[in-house]
């Protein structure tokens, strides 16, 4: 060995800076030789230098390793690993291939990156692939910030994309400021004034862009390449170490203005696809280990619906997803994380369901996230659906039945009061008594499937522009266009648009649990009836800032709503245990005490009381006027979704008394009194 190289140790795993160099450490079991590759600069046709790890001296056990003095911070490096090229057995090693360190903090694409250049087997071009950047990333102050540890009960979630939200020309941002975690930080007081207390953050974990059909683009970022990078996409220089510090510099920014800050985690699949999907990383490191296989071996295990599935039933993936989680909250201060498919999660190696899965239990019970938000998506593309079943003592849940039983109900479908009853109230019939009722993430639209505008303007999806000839995307939408299909000068059509939209946002903002509303729902973003607009970085995606003032409407409506949340009229359970604590319920009809729970029912109301006070919530679905009889007490009308703004929500201190023993809900609206004292 060169002198200013030596042994080095096998822990911790990747590049760890010293005062005098940087000790680099990556695993892989049945290789036979390892290189480690310095750049200069990202475009280089060649490493500057390669570094050979000999099995007799750099290896031990399973993990080779290696120490270099006077390289350290900013270092652009990445590995080619040698072996058997034996796919029958799960061996696919090519040491032509320039491999990414699992365990880097930073990754750089150059300008020529080539993603089908990692298809091919026996093709050598570094200049086309993706490379690490060793990085010193205690060199940030932190100014005392901390993540925020809401409780569930005290959050509005708030589901977005980083670089969609500002990218829009209309955004009023500078160019390299559009599209960029720093851009983010500047509409934080639109942030502030909608009321949201968490953002999700779709795929910020550095994510293949191309992994996509050709001439298209990864938008949604559920591609990964590594876990623990940041995408450098995102960065205003695209330079991977200033990516690093611009996404702090968001998160404390969002921690000055007391939101939260969850990442939409992708460890079920990545971006390596199927058996003749790109060698990029961990397939080159060790196949066998990080990955699902069929029997054959030769084959990926799909549960993902991406081409393969990460093989957390091995020690070596759970402990790579337990050093990620840890290092966001610890290094980046992050609030919580929201798993992809997280059912996939609780596979063994063979792909057969657990009943107690290892890895969440380790990550229920890991002290490092014991403050941090764990939302399970609870479902995979295996067919394993667990909502209001997946293990854990202290994971909430997309509620994936509450967006379609509320879509049902508002859309007039027959057959739904009793499962709206049951939505409304947080799930009993779907979780235990024992759980916390807000562990239930409530939500009518999300990144996958039509924003709210589309649910009511489209009754079927429109994906042509993704090039699939519209197969892909769900069927299953439960979505009505009032009567025109798209967008339309009707007034009596968007008049109707309008009301069901209010609708929706009362049922999601009122019901018991922890709602999330996605980016945009508040001013009427519309995909243009695409209903997975996973390729699209445009327009089409984009939060368009012309709509806060086009659609004011609304976003009044949906501010007022959060702020009731909120709010000391809120009605918020602890438990389930309604009837025998702070809160009592009593459901009723168009007449007192007797709901109609028969199929053909379309309408229900519910009686809330408390030491607060009380509110009375009428929902008509019904495409004709109801009388509803009230319940004898004072009433004072704050919400009408018949209603023009601003009448359609009035603050407590404005809410309107309301005298008569009746109340006609107008077709297709939710009316909520109250008696509370007004305040002003």
Known sequence: MASDVSIGKHYPLGPTIYPDGVNFCVFSKNCTRVELLFFDDVDDYRPSRVIELKSTVNRTFYYWHVFVRGVGHGQIYAYRVYGRYEPENGLRFDGSKILLDPYARAVVMGRHYDRSMGQRYGVANVRESMKCVVVDTNNYDWEGDKPLNLPYAHSIIYEMHVGGFTKHPNSGLPDNLRGTYRGLIEKIPYLKALGITTVELLPVQQFDPYDAPPGRINYWGYAPVNFFAPHTGYSTTGNPLDAINEFRDMVKALHRAD????????????????????????RGLENRAYYMLEPNRAFYANYSGTGNTLNVGNSIVRRLILDSL????????????????ASALTRDEAGRPLASPPLIWEIDSEPILAGAKLIAEAWDAGGLYQVGSFVGDRWAEWNGKFRDDVRRFVKGDENTVPALASRIVASPDIYHPSRDPNRSINFVTAHDGFTLNDLVSYNHKHNEANGENNRDGTDANYSWNCGVEGPTDDP???????????????????????????????????????????????????????AVEREHEILRFTQNLIRLKRSRFAYVMDDYLINNGSMRLTWHG?????????????SLAVLLQSTMGSAYL????????????????????????????????????????HRLPFYHVEPRSIVMLVNQRRQR
Request: with cysteine; charged share 20%; glycine share 4%.
């Open 618 to 657: 009428m929902m008509n679905a019904y495409w004709e006027p109801l009388a509803f009889e009230l319940p004898a007490m004072p009433w004072y009308r704050m919400i009408d979704t018949s209603l023009a703004s601003p009448h359609d929500f009035c603050p407590p201190a404005e809410a309107p008394r």
């Open 492 to 546: 009596e059509v968007e008049a109707l648009r309008v009301r069901q939209i209010k609708n929706f946002l009362t049922l999601l903002l009122l019901a018991q649990g922890t709602p999330m509303l996605l980016m945009g729902d508040e001013v009427r973003r519309t995909q243009q009836g695409n209903n997975n607009a996973y390729c699209h970085d445009s327009e089409l995606s984009w939060f368009d800032w012309s």
């Open 259 to 282: 939101i939260e800050v969850v990442l939409d985690v992708v460890f079920n699949h990545t971006a390596e696809g199927n058996h003749e999907g790109p060698t990029q990383c961990f």
């Open 590 to 602: 168009v007449t007192l005490d007797q709901p109609d729970w028969s199929p053909h029912s379309r």
């Open 326 to 341: 840890r290092y966001w909250v610890s290094e980046m201060h992050v609030d919580g994380f929201r798993f992809d498919l």
